[in-house]
């Protein structure tokens, strides 16, 4: 079964420092979203993506996030300056047209130190 | 917020059948019903969706109330690895198909 590939799993970084996560959609996929989780908390919607453009983003997903889709196949999630409280599972996921649901990532861990 | 409400948990016996319901009392006619699990350190997992009539897959049935303010996801033999906590979700077919997620229902199942 096609698959949503997150690398790494697990990133540790400094507090202020850029990291990039990064997601392989299934390929046949249009759409492609981030949803980030905080430890022992919902999942929370962060943006969606769409013909190479941004179709919506959460409050959540302010100046120091960006997403980019740099060639045909990655996905790739951007902290400029990373904060304590940017610490969560993040998710990417991506879907095909339809009302069919998403194919979720396994995530990839972020800790802020 | 999320516009589902579900129990906080449930528990089951392994090889019996579970009934997880879900109200959305304020359902539009647009709204597709859509249901996800996330087990332990994993992402959330479709599982299934629905408009209107019950639905049927491998992994489960969706039972839609007739006036479509709840709903009932179906698991018809329990077993250790349906330890999860499952996602009602809300999609309307406009806009960009994001979901809000609630906290969902944790399901145990005893051995």
């Known amino acids: 079964e096609p698959e949503v590939t997150q690398t790494p799993s697990h990133q540790v970084t400094q507090m202020g420092q850029e990291v990039i996560l990064r997601c392989v959609p299934i390929s046949n996929h249009l759409y492609f979203y981030w949803y980030r989780q905080i430890l022992g908390q919902k999942v929370e919607f962060l943006v969606s993506?769409?013909?190479?453009?941004?179709?919506?983003k959460s409050e959540i997903f302010d100046d120091q996030f960006s997403v980019e889709r740099p060639d045909g196949s990655n996905f790739t999630l951007k902290i400029r300056s990373t904060k304590l409280e940017d610490s969560a599972m993040y998710f990417c996921?991506?879907?095909?047209?339809?009302?069919?649901?998403?194919?979720f990532g396994s995530g990839t861990r972020l800790t802020v130190v | 917020d999320a516009k589902t409400t579900q129990p906080n948990s449930m528990e089951s016996n392994e090889e019996e059948p579970v009934h997880l319901p879900c109200n959305h009392s304020t359902i539009s006619g647009t709204d597709y019903i859509h249901w996800y699990r996330q087990l332990p350190s994993q992402g959330p997992e479709y599982v299934i969706h629905?408009?209107?009539s019950n639905v049927n897959n491998r992994m489960a049935s969706l039972a839609i109330a007739e006036d479509r303010k709840s709903s009932t996801l179906i698991l018809h033999r329990a077993t250790l690895r349906d330890a999860a906590v499952y996602y009602c979700i809300l999609r309307d077919v406009k806009g960009t198909y994001k979901y809000i997620f609630g906290t969902g229902t944790r399901l145990k199942v005893l051995a």
């Open positions: 629905g408009l209107t």
């Open positions: 996921a991506s879907r095909g047209t339809g009302p069919m649901g998403y194919t």
């Open positions: 993506f769409y013909n190479n453009e941004i179709s919506e």
